[in-house]
């Protein structure tokens, strides 16, 4: 009997303790796509690390939502062939659901296993040499992009240019972004695309410099709140941002963002976290603020955001400050734990 093919997965066996195990090669069915993970882009898996925060589809062995690869294996009539160079988009949506069939599938509360529906073992997650993932979930990679630099499609650039294209950020817009970490960051890069004044307000000071090389014209350090609104507010005349994005997850830099906003702004909260306190009357009808939440990239925003990539690959290059092999993505989250990084890429057949 054949030997099972098998492949490499990063694992947890607690807070601060990883491995690389092996796992079954996936399987595919339906229009289920198997996919070679050339760069898998690191996000908020850190937590899980740092101390057993499993979010998303995160478990022990289990981990990583973002990737970039080529296409192994497909089925009959696909219109994905082998060697075809694809994104792989954020979670399993039903695709059915009126969010699912408008391109905001991210928000789809009927999500479904792949595992199950593919009768496999592994394929869920992109920390690892394969995976798999719905036709629907795929962006072709433009010729000469790199795969480094399409995955940004994800949250590295994806989630912050939805949120810029709800809210109509356009060309001269002062836009804040509260948190500095691998989302926020993009976000610079995608103010810049748009022609926008970037604000950025957070505490890392290696991040702040890094916000700065991205083009960030304002930095603001949320450590002395009173003179980053003062400075704020210096820099748009009185009048306030017109956006808002916060990607911190942390009540006090949203209460910020929300104190920044000018009359008729409007704020995005992107940043997954607890409770936020708000006085309806000051911070949204006297102000005339709009609040949205937000998730991910919407599909019909997909060829903007490969453009925009296409667009902005050196200021990419200074995001992404670091890769690594699979073999070792525990220095990489010892790493990320300091801060004093950018966007961090798993290669996992280095």
Known sequence: MAEEARMKVAALDGPGVSRIIEKPLPRIAEDYVLVKVVAAPMCNEHLAYEHGDFRDRNRWDSLGHEAAG?????????????????????????????????????????????????????????????????????????????????????????????????????????????????????????????????????????????????????????????????????????????????????????????????RGGRVTFLGESGELSLHVDQDLIQKGVTLYGSLDLYLQHAPGMLDAISRTGPLIDRFITHTFPLDEIEQAWKLQLTRECGKIILHPWR
């Not at 659901?97 to 991210?106: D, I, K, M, N, T």
């Not at 650039?157 to 939805?162: E, K, L, N, Q, R």
């Not at 009048?239 to 942390?250: L, N, T, Y």
């Open 70 to 262: 080529e296409v192994v294996e497909a089925r009959a009539g696909s219109p994905f062939r082998p060697g075809d160079r694809v994104v792989v988009l954020s979670g399993y949506p039903c695709g059915r659901c009126a969010l699912c069939v408008s391109g905001r599938y991210a928000h789809c509360a009927d999500t479904e296993d792949p595992l199950a529906v593919c009768s496999g073992e592994s394929g869920e997650c992109g920390f690892a040499q394969y995976m798999i993932k719905r036709e629907r979930l795929l962006l072709r990679i433009p010729d000469g992009m790199p795969y480094e630099h399409a995955a940004m499609a994800c949250c590295g650039m994806g989630a912050t240019y939805t949120a810029m294209e709800n809210m109509g950020v356009a060309a001269g817009d002062t836009i804040l972004v509260t948190g500095l970490g691998q989302v926020g960051l993009g976000a610079v890069i995608n103010g810049q695309a748009r022609g926008a004044r970037v604000i950025c307000a957070g505490r890392s000071p290696y991040r702040r410099e890094l916000a700065r090389q991205l083009g960030a014209e304002l930095i603001v350090d949320l450590g002395t709140p009173d003179a980053a609104l003062a400075a704020v507010r210096d820099f748009t005349g009185g009048r306030g941002v017109d956006h808002v994005i916060d990607c911190s997850a942390q009540a006090g830099h949203q209460r910020f963002g929300l104190d920044a906003a000018g």
